[in-house]
Every structure is written in structure tokens, then in C-alpha cells.
């Protein structure tokens, strides 16, 4: 740790991944110190930024100076915002960009941006050339507790959400919770929801903690939010460390996400519904699945629904605009999932709170069963 980054209160975590290893750093002025944590872990003092265009007019310069300062040669690049860009068209764009820019085998790309520009970079970098060096600088809650840590990456098709990618790992990840400051609360609202998946996987008193502490953590508390950020990151990166391919226990981290995705196919990817609001729907029917089966019981399900309601998360489908939901439908979606094995789809269910578990054991008939309650209600 350097002597700018003591005097800041930074919390070092590391990824332990043997010759890919690596270290997230969270806490405030990261993006003002960029340029010193960068310089420390790059093959050549030659980077290209990309962020969004929500992003670059607050934190483009910032991090440009702070490469600038230390002696690294920085070019910026700036894409449109939103879940749409992580396509097949803007992989492209990107791509031939950065040949344009004649960047080397050792020339790192910098994400400055949500899970959006995170997943969208850290592919290109895993593609182009081959494979170059990048850098996370997560600036939304969700990509600070989840996306930019754990070398997923990758692009949507018109098939489905994430079904093209590489597990690609960063370099460093540099989450600077002042970035969060400028998150609208609905961003920051939807990234929460990927909070509360740690506790409800495997950490009961974190999500104890969590009915406590979420609303002050979503109002803007440093404290609560550095606290709940790094147990997020701890976690992430003991279960990335112990199952980096998402052989075993990583699918855990796919709580509420099957029923999610097909939330999100069917509102087109769009501002109708975001990820993380499609995360948290998903995790209340992961509960409502598990309680109807008897597998949890029915005081879990409603203390994980209460919480949801109070903080503002949505817990059904009665407010997404314009969609003409059907089972049948949303089925179909989750029958494209990667998990789906020997043509069964694979959900995260749940025993208790803070007690997840993989499953292909249900039947469609009972998904679709309650996806009609859903539907109706
Ligand atoms: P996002 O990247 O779209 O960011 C949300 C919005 O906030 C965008 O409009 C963005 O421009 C804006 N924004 C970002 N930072 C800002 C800031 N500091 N101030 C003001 N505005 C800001 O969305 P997201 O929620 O960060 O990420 C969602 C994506 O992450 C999804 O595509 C999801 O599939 C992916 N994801 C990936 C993983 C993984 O392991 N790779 C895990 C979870 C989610
Ligand atoms: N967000 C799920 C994972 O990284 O595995």
C-alpha cells in the first residue's frame, strides 16, 4: 500500500487465483490515485480508457489526469450507455477501435464504468490480439460488490442474456465508493439487490445486518456502504478462488438470476427493467419456489420479500411496463440458460436464509405454475 492510499483508509482484498492472482482495493479517492495503484501492475505505461457516456463526465477526466501524472500514456474512448451495448455491434466497434489505435499485446484497457462497460471491456480485452491486460474501475454499486470481480465478461445474443463470453480476468480491480455519489438511486437500488444475494446465499447475519443497515447503506453512509461492499468482495472472491470455471459451488452466486434473465429477455434489455431489479424479482421467486416446495419455510420467504418491499426493491411483476407475460414464455427463456444440463433447467434454491443450493430436481409444471401466480397478481 502506498503512502496516499494509508492515509485514504483503503481495504485490500485479493483474489487468489496463483499466477492470476490479483487485488481489488476499495474505499474512497481510488479514481484521483488511479495512475499510482495502475503504474504497479501494467506491462507498459500504455493504457486506452473506455467508459459510457454517463460516466465520462464525471470520472473521465479524474482518471485521465491521475494516469497522466504518473507517467502512463492514456487514450479514452466513450460508448453509449446501457444494457444494449453489450453486443455483438459494440464488441465490434470496440474491437476495431483499438486496432486503429495500434495498441500491443501489452497495452491494458481500462473499464471505467457499470457492469455494462466492465462485461463489454473485459471480453474485448480477452479477444483482441488474443488477449491483452485490463483493469476494472467499477463505478456502480453492482459492479463494486459483483461484476468486476471474478473474470466474468462477455456480451448478450438475441438469444439470451450473457450467452457469449470468456472468463477473462483483470489485473486490478479499483472500486472507489465515491463514485457512487452520482449513481441515481434506482442504479444504486438495483445494485443492492446483488448485495443482499450474499447473505441470502450463504450469510445469515449479513443479511441480519442488511435489515438493519440497507437503507442508510442506500441513502449514502461511506461506512455502510465500505462495510457491505468489501464483505460482498470478500465473499465473491473466496467462492471465485475456490471455483474460478463455475464448476461447483460459483452457480450459487446465480441466485434469482435463471427466473431473472428471462425477466430481462422479455423486456428487451431495456430501462423497462434493470439487472439488478430482475435480480432481486428472481431471488423472491427462488424463495417463494423453495417455500411452495416445502424445501424453506414460509417465515423466510416473507422476512426476504418484507425487506425488499421496505427498501423499495421490486418483488413482482405488477409494475414492469408493457410487458404481456406468460409462463410458457418466460420458460422458453430459461430453457436457453448456459446452466441448463440434459435439457433440465438449473435453479439456485434455498433451504433457509443464507443456505443456497443448486437444484434441477422441480418440475416445470411447478415454476410455471407459480409464474402464472406472478403473472395474475
Ligand atoms: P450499467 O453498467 O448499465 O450502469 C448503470 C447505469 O449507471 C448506466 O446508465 C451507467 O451509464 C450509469 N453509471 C455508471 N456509473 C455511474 C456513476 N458513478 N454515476 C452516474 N451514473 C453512472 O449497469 P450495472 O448495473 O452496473 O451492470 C449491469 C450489468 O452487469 C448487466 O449486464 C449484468 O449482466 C452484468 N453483470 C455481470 C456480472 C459478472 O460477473 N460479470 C455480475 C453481475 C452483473
Ligand atoms: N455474478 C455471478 C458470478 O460471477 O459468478
Redesign the pocket.
Known amino acids: 500500500m502506498n503512502a496516499s492510499s494509508a492515509t485514504k483508509n483503503i481495504e485490500t482484498l485479493n483474489v487468489a487465483l496463483g499466477e492470476r492472482s490479483y487485488d481489488i482495493l476499495v474505499g474512497p479517492g481510488l479514481i484521483s490515485d488511479a495512475g499510482l495503484h495502475i503504474a504497479n501492475v501494467i506491462p507498459q505505461p500504455r493504457v486506452v480508457v473506455v467508459t459510457?457516456e454517463?460516466?465520462a463526465p464525471?470520472y473521465l477526466g479524474p482518471i485521465m489526469a491521475s494516469l497522466k501524472n504518473a507517467n502512463i500514456d492514456a487514450t479514452a474512448i466513450t460508448l453509449p450507455?446501457?444494457?444494449e451495448s453489450?453486443s455483438f455491434a459494440m464488441l465490434e466497434e470496440l474491437s476495431e477501435s483499438l486496432l486503429e489505435l495500434k495498441i500491443e499485446r501489452t497495452t491494458t484497457l481500462i473499464a471505467l464504468?457499470?457492469?455494462?462497460?466492465?462485461?463489454l471491456v473485459g471480453f474485448a480485452a480477452a479477444v483482441t490480439l488474443r488477449g491483452i491486460p485490463f483493469i476494472q474501475v467499477p463505478?456502480?454499486l453492482?459492479?463494486q460488490v459483483?461484476?468486476s470481480v471474478?473474470g466474468?465478461?462477455g456480451i448478450n445474443s438475441r438469444l439470451g442474456?450473457?450467452l457469449v463470453g470468456a472468463f477473462y480476468q483483470p489485473l486490478l480491480v479499483l472500486a472507489d465508493i465515491e463514485?457512487?455519489d452520482?449513481?441515481?438511486r434506482r442504479?444504486v437500488l438495483?445494485?443492492y439487490a446483488?448485495v443482499v444475494k450474499y447473505g441470502l446465499i450463504s450469510d445469515a447475519g449479513f443479511f441480519d445486518w442488511l435489515v438493519d443497515n440497507g437503507a442508510s447503506l442506500i441513502d449514502g453512509d461511506a461506512g455502510a456502504r465500505i462495510h457491505a461492499i468489501i464483505t460482498s468482495c470478500k465473499a465473491k472472491a473466496k467462492i471465485v478462488a475456490e471455483d474460478e470455471l463455475e464448476l461447483g459451488v460459483r452457480a450459487l452466486l446465480n441466485l434469482g438470476h435463471t427466473f431473472g434473465h428471462a425477466l430481462e429477455a422479455e423486456t428487451g434489455y431495456s430501462d423497462k427493467l434493470?439487472?439488478?431489479e430482475s435480480v432481486a424479482i428472481g431471488s423472491i421467486m427462488a424463495f417463494d419456489a423453495s417455500q411452495r416446495t416445502g424445501l424453506c419455510r414460509v417465515e423466510d420467504f416473507e422476512k426476504v420479500r418484507s425487506h425488499f418491499e421496505s427498501i423499495g426493491l421490486p418483488v413482482g411483476l405488477a409494475h414492469i411496463k408493457g410487458s404481456d407475460w406468460t409462463a410458457s414464455r418466460l420458460l422458453e427463456h430459461m430453457s436457453r440458460d448456459k446452466k441448463v444440463k440434459d435439457g433440465k433447467i438449473t435453479f439456485v434454491l434455498v433451504r433457509a436464509i443464507g443456505d443456497a443450493f443448486v437444484t434441477s430436481d422441480i418440475s416445470n409444471d411447478a415454476v410455471a405454475g407459480m409464474l402464472e401466480d406472478y403473472i395474475a397478481n
Open positions: 459510457d454517463n460516466v464525471h450507455a446501457g444494457e453489450k464504468g457499470g457492469g455494462v462497460i466492465g462485461d463505478t456502480t453492482l459492479s459483483d461484476s471474478g466474468k465478461t442474456k450473457n463514485t457512487l452520482t449513481l441515481p442504479e438495483a445494485g446483488e434493470l439487472h439488478g
